[in-house]
């Protein structure tokens, strides 16, 4: 079986209940390839409403979530509430949350962790800063975010990680990896999921590039093949997140 296509729309801290709304809808009209999977991702005040408007076919996700079960965690979501509220992802360590707020990779891992036990699947994000790359340290920074994962989770828990490499530079920057960049790392994450989880997370793991995918750049980006779908920003917001999720039509 190969791996199933996956786009995710990552709408970080944008839109209203309005635009949401519209988004969804030209989601839920327009034609889109069936076989890929697509999850969006609302600020979590619009998480319900996104689940009540969008249609079967599209996940939605939380954006972040907390590694405590309920109790007193003013401002934070768990993940029960979560699976009340019928979202099945969520995002955990984007870079906006590493680099802003200060998230470590041990409570990235725990997050994932506490996520994957509450039955919810994970889209884990990974990437290195531009100082890390030109340092030549590109492998070591996701090797390390992603060993952090590993201590947490059984072989079998992987199936219910999708790997999300951004590559800090090309977030919201409009500067695409290359697809040689792109593929380079993606088979460095597949190496590792083979080398250190089993060869069949490496057979089944989707590995999901971000950082400035837009209509025009994703077709040659799907081409590669270690990457198996998106996670896109800007543009998720946009009628053309239809074209990329259709990148491969
Ligand atoms: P952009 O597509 O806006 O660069 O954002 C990528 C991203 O951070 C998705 O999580």
């Not at 996520?115 to 340290?137: M, N, P, Y």
């Not at 380079?184 to 250190?196: D, F, G, N, Q, T």
Request: aromatic share 6%.
């Amino acid at each position: 079986m190969p791996r199933q296509f996956f786009v995710g729309g990552n709408f970080k801290m944008n839109g209203t209940a309005q635009s949401i709304s519209q988004i969804i809808s030209n989601l839920n009209s327009a034609k889109l390839d069936e076989s890929t999977e697509v999850v969006i991702s609302p600020p979590s005040i619009f998480l319900v409403l996104a689940r009540q408007l969008a249609n079967g076919k599209i996940a939605v996700s939380a954006q972040n979530v907390f590694d405590k079960p309920n109790g007193a965690f003013t401002g934070e979501l768990s993940v029960d509430q979560l699976k009340d509220a019928k979202i099945d992802w969520t995002l955990a360590g984007h870079s906006e949350r590493r680099v802003i707020l200060k998230e470590d990779d041990e409570f990235v891992a725990r997050k994932t962790k506490a996520a994957i036990d509450g039955g919810l699947s994970v889209i884990l994000c990974i990437g290195e800063s531009l100082e890390e790359r030109e340092a030549g340290k590109t492998i070591d920074v996701v090797t390390r975010q992603l060993n952090a994962v590993k201590d947490k989770l059984s072989p079998a828990e992987w199936s219910k990680v999708v790997i999300a490499y951004e590559p800090i530079w090309a977030i919201g920057t409009g500067k695409v990896a290359t697809t040689e960049q792109a593929q380079e790392v993606h088979a460095s994450i597949r190496k590792w999921l083979r080398e250190k989880i089993s060869p069949e997370a490496a057979e089944n793991v989707r590995v999901i590039y971000g950082g400035s995918v837009s209509e025009k750049n994703c077709q040659e980006l799907a081409k590669q093949p270690d990457v198996d779908g998106f996670l896109v920003g800007g543009a998720s917001l946009k009628p053309a997140f239809v074209d990329i999720i259709n990148a491969r039509l």
